[in-house]
């Protein structure tokens, strides 16, 4: 068993999305790069709405923000609610990433972030971050490879938030229940 303890929050980085242009039906899921390319084909001016969701197994305490470059570019929608990308809760990592507080819009189950704009030449469609102190599962789907000594693992892509554990072990690591 491994006994944990964050020195920082935790973060889940969320890069597959659907793009949605004006008057059009919505992308299937694709990675962040293909959805930026897939809006700056459509041009300057073109209206659009990208789509992330993550997914909470039960209440998550203390802060979770979201983090992303530029959030006052965008119009920024939280199971529904607006956040207004102007206040900020200053920088993680690099003065880049700003940090949007959204623990109060968070919900046990599916959560479901949108952002909508008008592309321009500045435009740039990125990841983004889920931050807090919590846990994150997946599912081990097998060995992916080894190299120089070390073992890479495949994960299912679906990803939990939970409570942050005090201890795991090698089957609470790898198991989304």
Same mark, same amino acid.
């Given at each position: 068993?491994? =006994?944990?303890?964050?020195?920082? *929050?935790?973060?889940?980085? +969320?890069?597959? $999305?659907?793009?949605?242009?004006? %008057?059009?039906?919505?992308?299937?899921?694709?990675?962040?790069?293909?959805?930026?390319?897939?809006?700056?084909?459509?041009?300057?001016?073109?209206?659009?709405?990208?789509?992330?969701?993550?997914?909470?197994?039960?209440?998550?305490?203390?802060?979770?923000?979201?983090?992303?470059?530029?959030?006052?570019?965008?119009?920024?929608?939280?199971?529904?609610?607006?956040?207004?990308?102007?206040?900020? =809760?200053?920088?993680?990592?690099? *003065?880049?990433?700003?940090? +949007?507080?959204? $623990?109060?819009?968070?919900?046990? %189950?599916?959560?479901?972030?949108?952002?909508?704009?008008?592309?321009?030449?500045?435009?740039?469609?990125?990841?983004?971050?889920?931050?807090?102190?919590?846990?994150?599962?997946?599912?081990?789907?097998?060995?992916?490879?080894?190299?120089?000594?070390?073992?890479?693992?495949?994960?299912?892509?679906?990803?939990?938030?939970?409570?942050?554990?005090?201890?795991?072990?090698?089957?609470?690591?790898?198991?989304?229940?």
């Amino acid at each position: 068993n491994w =006994q944990l303890q964050l020195n920082a *929050p935790n973060a889940l980085l +969320l890069d597959t $999305a659907q793009v949605q242009l004006e %008057g059009q039906p919505w992308s299937a899921p694709l990675h962040i790069l293909d959805v930026h390319q897939i809006t700056a084909r459509a041009g300057n001016g073109a209206r659009f709405c990208v789509r992330f969701w993550f997914d909470v197994d039960e209440p998550l305490a203390g802060p979770v923000n979201l983090v992303m470059e530029s959030p006052h570019r965008y119009a920024v929608v939280v199971n529904g609610q607006v956040v207004d990308g102007s206040q900020d =809760q200053g920088w993680w990592i690099d *003065p880049a990433f700003r940090q +949007l507080a959204i $623990a109060p819009l968070v919900q046990v %189950g599916r959560n479901e972030v949108l952002l909508s704009g008008s592309f321009t030449r500045i435009t740039e469609l990125e990841s983004i971050y889920i931050t807090g102190y919590f846990g994150v599962t997946s599912c081990r789907l097998r060995q992916e490879n080894r190299l120089a000594g070390q073992t890479f693992d495949r994960y299912a892509p679906r990803f939990h938030l939970r409570a942050l554990p005090a201890a795991m072990d090698s089957v609470t690591s790898s198991h989304i229940p």
